[in-house]
């Protein structure tokens, strides 16, 4: 599998301008005929180290799933409502993603993904954003 550099940042979307959190990391790019799918390790930045996190994107709908500590598994569909558990060595947790926001232009060099959603567990709600990009680092810049 190609390994890829990805710049992952991460943010609540409020009234305020939003923090964001940032980092980069290597992982691996993997293309199917569905569409693709992209790994990397979690890191203590982004509060749940330990943690494989692997994004599988087919045409305008995105899976998340994540492993290790933390187990939970998302889908983003512009328009839709997905339900799921989040589990965490604190216990299980209902959640509930509503994709507001899909946009991705992937290719096997470079990419990028763009997510907008609403988080909401229990009496916790949250307006998220993701932005990810990525780019092979076997090409070589001249």
């Known amino acids: 599998m190609p390994k890829v550099l990805l710049t992952i940042r991460g943010s609540l979307i409020e009234d305020e ?11 691996t790019l993997q293309r199917s005929a569905q569409g693709f799918s ?13 943690v494989k996190t692997r994004l ?9 799933e994540r492993s290790g500590a933390i187990d939970s598994h998302m889908v983003f569909s512009p328009g839709s409502v997905f339900q799921s558990n989040l589990n965490s060595p604190s216990g299980r947790t209902k959640m509930s993603i509503y994709a507001t926001r899909v946009e ?4 096997e ?19 998220n954003k993701l932005d990810l990009s990525f780019k092979n680092m076997e090409e070589r810049v001249n």
Do not use: H, I, N, R
């Open 17 to 27: 301008p939003d923090e964001a959190v940032e980092f980069v990391t290597e992982g």
């Open 38 to 50: 992209l790994e990397y390790d979690e890191s203590a930045l982004t509060g749940v180290e330990g």
């Open 56 to 64: 599988m994107l087919e045409g305008k709908t995105v899976t998340l």
């Open 104 to 107: 991705s232009l992937l290719q």
């Open 109 to 127: 060099k470079s990419g990028s993904l763009k997510l907008e959603y609403e988080l909401s567990t229990g009496e916790l709600f949250t307006m």
